[in-house]
């Protein structure tokens, strides 16, 4: 499914979940609060901006490629796995940190075997 589209058609809960965070570690991600994070789930709403849309659909993205990648539980660990690429920081840090792409970087190296 586009990326578009999963994100239309994607819970913002399920995605939080697929991703194994709390609505505070998402509020962070998102620079909204966990307040903000529960409205959108509870009414079942996107962001009204383009920029926040645009994070949450990169997210999906990742999280579409990660469980693609890894499975579930494969993908929740490479979260919090500190890697060498990263300066032995995690991809979740790295996510908190802003940059997203370098995570879907990494797994994208990983879907095609080159490894990261």
Known sequence: ???????????PRELREELGLSREKMGQIMSVSAKTIENWERLNRLPADDERR??????AEMAQLGQC???Q??????????LRSFGNRT???EIMAGHVEQVISALAADYEGLGF
């Open 1 to 11: 499914m586009a990326i578009a589209g999963r994100l239309q058609t994607l819970h």
């Open 54 to 59: 645009g994070r949450l659909s990169a997210l």
């Open 69 to 71: 990648v890894y499975g």
């Open 73 to 82: 539980a494969g993908f929740r660990l490479f979260l919090r796995t500190p």
């Open 91 to 93: 991809p979740l840090q």
